[in-house]
C-alpha cells in the first residue's frame, strides 16, 4: 500500500493537491478526526487565498511592465458571455446564487483576447456572486451604446459603501475587511479588470445603490472586422 501512495504523491502537481484529496489521507492513515479534517480545510482555503494573491501579483507585474500578452481576434460577444456563464455556473452555486442573462444582442462582433475577456466577465461574476444574497439572481445584459457593446454585471446585494466607491478600482482595496475574509479576493481584481478593459480601448464603470445592489459594465468598441492584430495596433487605433 506505501507503494501505492507514494507513487501517488509523487504524481500530484503540488502540496495543494494532497491537502485537498481527502481520499489520499483516509487511505493512507484510515479516517481522520473531525479536528483534522478542519484544519486541513482551513489550509486548503489558506492555499487558495495564496495562489490567488501570486497571481494577481503577477498580472499586475506584467500590466506595469507591458509584458502581458494579448492576442485580439474578432470575438463574438454573446457566445463570450453565454461561454463565461456556463463557465461560473458552479461558481455561482457555491453561494447559492444563479447567473441569467436577461437581456441579449446577437451578431455583435468585438476586438479582443478571448482569454482575457473571459478574466474580466469571470471577476465582474464571481464579485457579484459573493455578495449577493443567498437565492439570488446575478443578471447580464448586452445591449449597444453607440459604437460600443455594453456588458452588465447587476446583482442586488448591499451596494458599494460611498466612502469605499472613490478608490474602487485602485490596487490592494477591499470595501471591508470582514467581507474580504469571508468572501475571499486579494483586491487586485478589479484594477487588474480596468487595465484589461483599458488594453482593449473601452471603459469600466458601475451603478450601485445602498441596499439594492450594484451594477458593473464594460462597454468596448464594436468592430467589422475580421482581421487579427496584435496590441501595439490595437493600441494605436484606440489610442489605449
Known sequence: MWSIE????????????????????????????EKIQEMLQIASNNTDRLLLLINDILDIQKIESGQMAFAFMP??????VDQAV??????????????IITHRKDGVLVLGDQNRLMQVLGNLMSNAA????????????????????????????QGIAE???????EQFTQSDASDTRQKGGTGLGLSIVK????????RIDYITRQGIGTTMFVELPITQSTEYLELDEISARYEC
Do not use: C
Open 163 to 169: 466612502e469605499f466607491q472613490p478608490k474602487l478600482f
Open 195 to 202: 487595465a484589461i478593459v483599458n488594453k482593449h480601448g473601452g
Open 130 to 157: 459573493k455578495f449577493s444574497p443567498e437565492g439570488e439572481t446575478v443578471e447580464l445584459a448586452v445591449a449597444q451604446h453607440n459604437d460600443a457593446i455594453r456588458i452588465s454585471v447587476t446583482d442586488h446585494g
Open 75 to 80: 470575438i463574438n460577444v454573446m457566445e463570450l
Open 86 to 99: 456556463r463557465d461560473n455556473a458552479a461558481y455561482a452555486e457555491q453561494y447559492a446564487v444563479k447567473f
Open 6 to 33: 507514494l507513487l501517488r504523491l509523487t504524481s500530484y502537481p503540488s502540496p495543494d493537491a494532497i491537502i485537498k484529496d481527502p481520499d489520499w489521507w483516509n487511505t493512507l492513515v484510515g479516517e481522520l478526526p
